[in-house]
Structures are given as C-alpha cells and as structure tokens.
C-alpha cells in the first residue's frame, strides 16, 4: 500500500542529508583490504515516531462501506525528511564501529590515551547500504581465493553483532557476508581491493549494452530519430556508470545535445552522426580497456607544464628529465578561437611533441586556465568546439597510452610554459633559416640581430623593442653599430630610420634585409649605400604571429649588403652573385 504525504510534506521543514559516496574509498582504505558489506531490510521501518507525532502519519480507509483507520507509527517511504532522519541515527553505529568503541576523554586539559575495546572498522554507509573494511597483506600471486584472517572474521562477527543488538535487520540475501578482497556488487560497482579499481558489475554492464542496442537499432530503422525518455533513460543508466567507466561523459555529451532539442518528452530527436559513434562504445563495454577506475592513484611517472597566448603555446617536460622546451605558434584561424580552446589544444600539441618520452607513462600536468582543469579531469564540456578538441586529446593518450592527471597552478608559477607561450609579438615574422643560413656562409657572419623577439632572432644575441628575457638590448637605434655586423631584418615602417642611420653612422655595417619596393625612397637610398645587393625571390619568409602581413608569402626580398667594403667573404666564393642583374635565390 502506497500512501501519498505531498500535503504533510508541503507543510515540514526539508532537512538536506550528506551520504559518503563510494569514491570517498580513496582516502579511507587500502590496497589489499578485506571487505563484506549488508543491506537492511524495510530500513525506514526501523526508526519510529514519537507519539505525538503519530497522528500526522494516520490515514482512513473506506473498506464495504466501512471507515478504518491506519496508523503507521515508524518513518514513512513518502515523507520528505525519511532519509535525513534515517542516516542520522545510523551515525550511532557507524561512529561506534570506527572507533572500536572506543569513549573520548572527558576532562578537558588532560592528556589521556584512549584504548578501543575493539579493532576500529572502516564503514562506508550509503542510506541502508553498509560496506565494511579491514587492512589486509598481500596475498601469494598465485593464490586467487585468499582465506580471511582471523581478526577480519572477528571484526565481522562484531559489527553484524552491532547491528543487531540495535535491532537493525539485515537482509537474508542481500549482502555479502564472506569477507574477500573486494566487493561484487555494491551501489551497482564492483571493488577490487586486489587490483584497485572501481569496475562494473556484469549485470550493469549487460543493461548498458542492451539500452545501447536498443537504440542503435532504433535509429538504423528511423532515420536516426529516437523517443527521447528512451534516450533520456540511457544517458541516466550510463552516467549513474561514471565512477567505473570516466568516459561515459565524454561519449554521451553529443547525445545530450541532441536531447536538448526536444519540446516535450512524446517527442523523439535526431541522432548526430557523433552521438551514434559514442553510443556504439557502450557495445563492447566487456573487452574496452576504458572501464575502471583506479581507486589508488598511482605516483606519476612524467611531469610537464603547458601555456598558451595570443600568439603561440609553449610547455617543458619535468620529469623524468627536465627536456628543452617546446613552442610553437597559432595560425589566423586559431588564434580567433576562445582561450579555453587554445590552452587545450596546447596541451594536445606538447603531448605530441613530447611522444616518444612520455609514452606509456602517467602524467601529471600543471595548467593555469581552470576551464582546462574542469574538462580533461571530467572529460567533458559543453562547447562543441572544446569537446571536438579534447576527444583529440584522449586520442593522442590513447595513442600512446598514457594516463593525464591534471592540476592548477597560478599563472605567476607557471613561468617556464608562460615565457615560451609569449615569444612572438603583433605582425611577427622573419626570414626562413635555411635562406638566413646561406647568406651567413656565402656573404658575412652577422654578430648581432638587430630587430628581433624571442621568435624571431636567428642569432644568439638580439636586441628587442620590448624589454624582454634573453634580450641583450632594446631599441636598435639607442645601441652602438661600430665593431658589429648588424643584421638588420626591420618592419617596413621602420626602414627609413635604418637608411638614415647608416647614412650618419660612418662606422656601421649591416646587412639589410628588405622588400623589394624599388617605388620607395629608403630603397634608393640604401641601394646607393650598399657594396652589394643580393636578390631573394617570393617565398622565403615565415610567418610566426597570426596577424603577420597578408601578402607575405608573396614578398620578394632584398639584402643589401653595407659593410663599408671591408669583412665581406671573398667574391669568388660568391660567385652566385656576380652577375647582373642579381639573380633571385630561391630557398
């Protein structure tokens, strides 16, 4: 008989209760730990009413004409505050049983030592579900069915002894009474102390392949559409899976989307193609390598640091050895997208970079963008864009079979990632190094790069416009020229100052890379400056900042060569050069 108390319930005050939740194992329990567990029968039942309170709890039943009437003088399945009254009494003998019994010191200022009269038990309750614990040692490898020892059997003798005497009835079949290294079937998991994990049970694991079948056949014969509460009740079946299975969210967020398009629950919604892929995960869920959880986590083996910025990314391996860093820079199109996706694609790109040392290793990351944090640790976002990048994430570690755990670290100690993420500046871009590099060994070895960052420099001493680190100076035209070859690679509006510098300057020698617009002033002039000048054709610049100049790639260049005649190579080891007009070096 079910009897409904919405208009007692509308008229109490809602108590909120707190249940420890099975992953809360993790800081309780050990490998290796011995485990048996009961379940309550009618638990509600057990807690009755006080008097005066029987009366709001009594109903009257019209039986052939006669009135009767009920009263049920313990909790009610129906009544708002069953459950936070319920756990709150089962406190007693959860408390009693993790102190061994054990009574506090009464006299305050006084030190005392408390010896339990029985080995304290770890309890898990979850309303009339309770799981017990026991430190354990490991077994022989060989051995699959270890016998329990003699204090585990006692410490359960005691608590179903606890129980009862409270007159708390257990079950006759539900439970687990045998002590082993695990549980079968607790809250729908099964807990293997023995290997550490959280792992489904077969009859889960059944039920999610079933309801995904269901589905997949549903939306074969229906052009993709399916009833939503159908789709609904497998997206609640497998995400109640969570603890044992971290994927589910990531494999049903698509469905979700999907679900978001109903107006009514008679309706049915369309299947994305991506939502169908993802569900088909849920058929193989027997030979997938993606269910479990670790219970333990274990020391990571590989440590690393990533950052992104406006204009690139960057990152460094810590462990197992503190690796060079690594960089790279956005495209137009990526440097457009929010923050959040570029700090974690910037994750997926060091993960790549660094493959072949962090292959088949665990890996802790420090990141600095707290939306990153949220998404890898929860594998999943709301973004289509985020959920698009991160499932290239997991198939990158998948790939190399690795396992990311990632942390916070605040931007002010994440320097190293930070530093490497910011090397370029607007509109940087520069000259490619194999065309530098032929330039250096067929025309003079430059000393310094005169207009450079961190991207940019193609020598190891540079000057910045910005202060920045590893610059030697800022500001080219504040530094003294003389006694250096300067190579000087300035931005366009720049160039005029450059031809007036080395047109006052007598005892500076540079080579001047340029466009060549011979429609310019600076152009003549430093033309009638230079001993030489050295024809580079389209194609030999890099872009490094998204927004460099559009029409880049299609600048031809111009080096002239002013070097006051003195410390240019020999000509004949320049003969490339010799005719006239120059030729254009294509590199």
Known sequence: MVFNLRHINEHCRKYSVRYEPLAAMRRDSEKFDWMWSIDLTDAYHHIGLHDDDVHYFTFELEIHGKVHRLCTPTLNFGWTNSPAVFTECCRVPTRFLRTGGAVAATVYGKRARVEPPHPPVRVRPWLDDFAFSMSGEEPPAQEKSPQPPLHVLQARDHSLLVFQRLGLERHATKGELEPKMGLDDYLGFKVDTRRGLFLLTPRRMLKLSKSAHTLLRLQATGARRVQARTLAAFQGLAQSSYLALPRARCWLRSSYDDLSQMKSWRDS?????????????????????????????????????????????????????PMAPAWGFWTPAEAQMHITWRELRAVRLLAEWYADVLRHRRILLWEDNTGVVNIITNMVSRSPELMQELRL??????????????????????????????????????LKQQSFDVIMDTVASCTVDAFASAATARLPRYWTQQPEPGAEATDAFAQRWAGEIVW??????????????????PGARALVCVPTWPHEAWFAQLRSLAD??????????????????QRLESWAMTIFVVLRRSAARPLATRSRWQASPPPRLGI
């Open 269 to 321: 919604v369309r299947l994305s193609a991506q939502s169908v892929r993802d569900i088909k995960q849920f058929l193989t869920l027997k030979t997938s390598k993606h269910v479990g959880r670790a219970i333990w986590l274990e020391p990571e083996t590989a440590e690393l640091s990533s950052d992104a910025g406006p204009y690139g990314w960057g990152g460094k391996v810590w462990k197992p050895e």
């Open 393 to 430: 994430l997991l198939d990158v570690l998948e790939m190399l079979d690795c396992e990311l755990r990632v942390l916070y670290i605040r931007s002010a100690e994440n320097k190293v990632a930070d530093y490497f993420s910011r090397l370029a500046v607007p509109r940087d871009y520069h």
């Open 488 to 505: 000087a690679h300035p931005p366009p509006w720049l160039l005029p100052r450059v031809e007036q510098y080395l047109r006052t300057q």
């Open 532 to 549: 030489e000048e050295l024809s580079l054709q389209p194609g030999v610049l890099q872009r490094v900042a998204f927004d460099a100049p």
